[in-house]
Nanobody
Framework: QVQLVESGGGLVQAGGSLRLSCAAS????????MAWFRQAPGKEREFVAG????????NYADSVKGRFTISRDNAKNTVYLQMNSLKPEDTAVYYC???????????????WGQGTQATVSS
């Protein structure tokens, strides 16, 4: 069992930055692949970025490549999403997710957080 708690959302102007954090708890949380998803109003939830449990491999949605960076600190059981050059279309609720399998975490991960709102004004 893994519990996930996101933080760091807020309101920022276009071109600005936010850093989201996801604290994971559970005996083996640091061995899970992790991902960030987002859901904008009226849209389906979409994959944003993923990272293996070692941090060796990452992948990103095309819409955020070059602007967002996912990272993790296994000593703190925390995953981060650094979001730079934010655009109004990045406005969404951002969810942290976890799964033991790297080939699953970008699709249907088993564990989800409650989400944190990020709003980008134009």
């Amino acid at each position: 069992q893994v519990q996930l708690v996101e933080s760091g959302g807020g309101l920022v102007q276009a071109g600005g930055s936010l850093r989201l954090s996801c604290a994971a708890s559970g005996r083996t949380a640091s061995t899970y692949a992790m991902a960030w998803f987002r859901q904008a109003p009226g849209k389906e939830r979409e994959f944003v970025a993923g990272i293996t449990w070692t941090g060796t491999n990452t992948n990103y949605a095309d819409s955020v490549k070059g602007r967002f960076t996912i990272s993790r600190d296994n000593a703190k059981n925390t995953v981060y999403l650094q979001m730079n050059s934010l655009k109004p279309e990045d406005t969404a609720v951002y969810y942290c997710a976890a799964d033991r399998r790297w080939d699953v975490v970008a699709g249907t991960p088993r564990y989800w957080g409650q989400g944190t709102q990020a709003t980008v004004s134009s």
